[in-house]
């Protein structure tokens, strides 16, 4: 390869992981273009960031507009019928367990800071033209072509690029159905969440704001079927007949969106010389909340391999498999987890049920093991 193509990387994708992807990469010496879709979400989403993903954002040169507008968790109470035990940023030290944001403000300062900075963007082709080689990468848009020595994609779970690679994957389908809004309430949150794991959902609830919280509410197929047609009072009477009198009135309730759950897991990140983050990389189940973390995750880790490398091409295959070992055990681990999780609070079996109660009255009284799942959580 030509070296004047060894500086030049082409991100592809233009979400949360792609804007900061090509910020990482700029910030490191490398010429930067930046491919990605004009579609907008109509949907605010909110996204619960772990500390460790907020102080390497803090690195990437975000204003500090966006550090103080996040709002903080400081305590997760996770609820089995009667049994609950709490998690608590106290117990290990911390200021917080997460930060939430919203999509539409987290997206706002990535593009400003994007723009701030000399990085060509290009709309999304229409067909997916790609040819990837063990010297470099192309790939042929509208009106021209690009070429760099590493493409990384970040374009989704279901990602266009991943179908033209040699990469298999593992799918798994949940059954279920995420329905995502916010709703407002009374009584002050006091920065805490909230986790009913129900025999046909799982119901988080996280603060954005004192009286503003955030629901992700995955939901069984016949659950989610009767939700989708309920309106809006129907749907509230639902809502407070699992969370009581928690949340006191609720009010203005949110549009909602919904979007079917699965594990997609790959057998491997890279392909010749792309290379897979994000939702692209891996996708697992939102219970945990880690799914934007494992990502912004992928981009940290990246980047410990360009400072502790000895290649001046990154897109090599030694470089890509090094950052892809970087990568197995967290993804694998959180993957697992969540696919456990799921599968065991789903049961609508006793024995399965007594041992869930006990083991949530187990863990209450823990604390190194409550400590150790807290630690892991907000890496």
């Known amino acids: 390869m030509e070296n004047k193509l060894l ?3 082409i991100v592809y994708g233009g979400g949360v992981v792609g804007g900061l992807a090509s910020l990482c990469l700029k910030k490191n010496g490398f010429e930067v273009c930046q491919i990605k879709s004009d579609v907008r979400r109509t949907i605010d989403r909110a996204y619960a960031l772990s500390p460790g993903s907020v102080d390497w954002m803090r690195d990437m040169g975000l204003r500090d507009k ?4 996040l709002y903080p968790v400081e305590n997760i109470e996770i609820i089995r019928q009667d049994s609950k035990t709490i998690l608590s940023a106290d117990s290990v030290f911390q200021p917080a ?6 999509e539409k403000n987290l997206m706002k300062e990535i593009q400003i800071k994007l723009s701030s900075e000399d990085i060509k963007t290009f709309p999304e082709p229409k067909e997916i033209n790609l040819d990837n080689s063990t010297d470099e ?14 493409f990384v994609v970040c374009d989704g779970a279901n990602s266009k690029i991943k179908e033209h690679l040699d990469i298999r994957k593992k ?9 995502v809004f916010n709703f407002e309430t009374s009584k002050n949150m006091q920065k805490n969440a909230k986790q009913y794991f129900l025999g046909d959902s799982i119901l988080a609830l996280l603060p954005i704001s004192p009286r503003t919280v955030s629901v992700v509410w995955s939901c069984d197929q016949d659950i989610f079927e009767k939700l989708n047609i309920a309106n809006d009072s129907e749907f509230i009477l639902k809502l407070k007949s699992i969370i009581g009198n928690d949340y006191s009135e609720i009010s203005n309730l949110s549009s909602k969106s919904n979007f ?10 890279f392909d010749k010389r792309v290379v897979l983050m994000g939702n692209a990389a891996h996708s697992i189940h939102p219970l945990a909340g880690q799914g934007l973390n494992l990502g912004i995750r992928d981009i940290i880790d990246f980047e410990k391999c ?4 000895r290649y001046k091409d990154i897109g090599l295959t030694g470089f890509l498999r090094r950052f892809e070992r970087s990568r197995r055990i967290d993804t694998f681990q959180f993957s697992k987890l969540t696919s456990g999780l799921h599968w065991a609070f789903s049961r609508n079996n006793k024995f399965i049920n007594e041992a869930l109660i006990k083991g949530i009255k187990l863990l209450e009284t823990k604390d190194n093991f409550k400590n150790f799942l807290i630690k892991k959580a907000i890496s």
């Open 306 to 309: 360009l400072k502790n490398n």
């Open 260 to 269: 079917p759950l699965t594990m997609v897991l790959n057998d491997k990140f």
């Open 137 to 150: 990468v192309q790939i042929k848009l509208e009106k021209e072509t690009l070429t760099a020595s590493l």
């Open 66 to 69: 966006l550090f103080n507008s």
């Open 171 to 179: 799918i798994k389908n949940f059954n279920q159905n995420a329905i």
């Open 97 to 102: 367990l997460a930060y939430m944001v919203s």
């Open 7 to 9: 500086n030049k990387v």
